[in-house]
């Protein structure tokens, strides 16, 4: 009963930045995770940050840690990831993602809610 909306991918040249917008409508809680994953084709899903609905506890793979940010905006009902010092190995349709509770906050087959995904490149 939540739907999502990401938006805010494209292109971008190494080292350069994207921020990503995920709009959440329905009916929402505050008991909600909400993560970005993202995947290439022939790979699996991979986590790339997760945040609480307070915002008081985030996530972040190794891989991002120190590059995006993950927030989010309970007035807007909106979720951000800011993407800085981009890199060629971030190529993926991104997505963002909500599930119950605060455990498994890893592993996509725990999110119950999807939205359709926002590609980003970034060229060498």
């Known amino acids: 009963q939540v739907q999502l909306i990401e938006s805010g991918g494209g292109l971008v040249q190494a080292g350069g930045s994207l921020r990503l917008s995920c709009a959440a409508s329905?009916?929402?809680?505050?008991?909600?995770?909400m993560g970005w994953f993202r995947q290439v084709p022939g790979k699996e899903r991979e986590f790339v940050a997760a945040?609480?609905?307070?915002?008081?506890?985030?996530y972040y793979a190794d891989s991002v840690k120190g590059r995006f940010t993950i927030s989010r905006d309970n007035a807007k009902n909106t979720m951000y990831l800011q993407m800085n010092s981009l890199k060629p190995e971030d190529t993926a349709v991104y997505y963002c993602?909500?599930?119950?509770?605060?455990?498994?906050?890893?592993?996509?087959?725990?999110?119950?809610?999807w939205g359709q995904g926002t590609q980003v490149t970034v060229s060498s």
């Open positions: 329905g009916r929402t809680s505050s008991s909600y995770t």
């Open positions: 993602a909500v599930k119950v509770g605060s455990n498994y906050y890893q592993d996509y087959r725990q999110y119950d809610y």
């Open positions: 945040i609480s609905w307070s915002g008081l506890s985030t």
